[in-house]
C-alpha cells in the first residue's frame, strides 16, 4: 500500500506560478509511474503530467511549456512545477501512482485556484 500526500496548491493570479509537491509513503519501490490529474468544477478528472521511473515525461497539450514533473527520488517526492498560470488551470489537483502490478493510488488532492 502508498499513501500520497499532496501539498502546494493555493490561490495565485493569472500569471504566476505554483509548485505542487507529492510525498509518497509505504510500498515505493513498486512504483512505476507517478503524476498529476486535475478536476475542474463540472468536468472530469483529467491527466495534467506524468513521470516513470526512468524519468519519461507526459503532459496534456493544455499545459505543455508551461508546467514541468519532476521528482526527486531520495525524497520519494514528485513535483509539478507551474508557470503562466491561467483562469482554467482552476481545479483541484490529484497525485497518483501506478505501480507495476497495475494497482493505482491517488492523493486526497489539493485545490489550485487562478483569478483573472
Known amino acids: 500500500q502508498v499513501q500520497l500526500v499532496e501539498s502546494g496548491g493555493g490561490l495565485v493570479q493569472a500569471g504566476g506560478s505554483l509548485t505542487l509537491s507529492c510525498a509518497a509513503s509505504?510500498?515505493?519501490?513498486?512504483?512505476?509511474?507517478m503524476g498529476w490529474y486535475r478536476q475542474a468544477p463540472g468536468k472530469q478528472r483529467a491527466l495534467v503530467a506524468s513521470?516513470?521511473?526512468?524519468?519519461?515525461?507526459n503532459y496534456a497539450d493544455s499545459v505543455k511549456g508551461r508546467f514541468a514533473i519532476s521528482r526527486d527520488n531520495a525524497k520519494n517526492t514528485v513535483y509539478l512545477q507551474m508557470n503562466s498560470l491561467k483562469p482554467e488551470d482552476t481545479a483541484v489537483y490529484y497525485c497518483?501512482?501506478?505501480?507495476?502490478?497495475?494497482?493505482?493510488?491517488w492523493g486526497p488532492g489539493t485545490p489550485v485556484t487562478v483569478s483573472s
Open positions: 513521470i516513470s521511473d526512468g524519468d519519461s515525461t
Open positions: 497518483f501512482s501506478v505501480h507495476k502490478a497495475g494497482q493505482v493510488n
Open positions: 509505504g510500498s515505493i519501490f513498486s512504483i512505476n509511474v
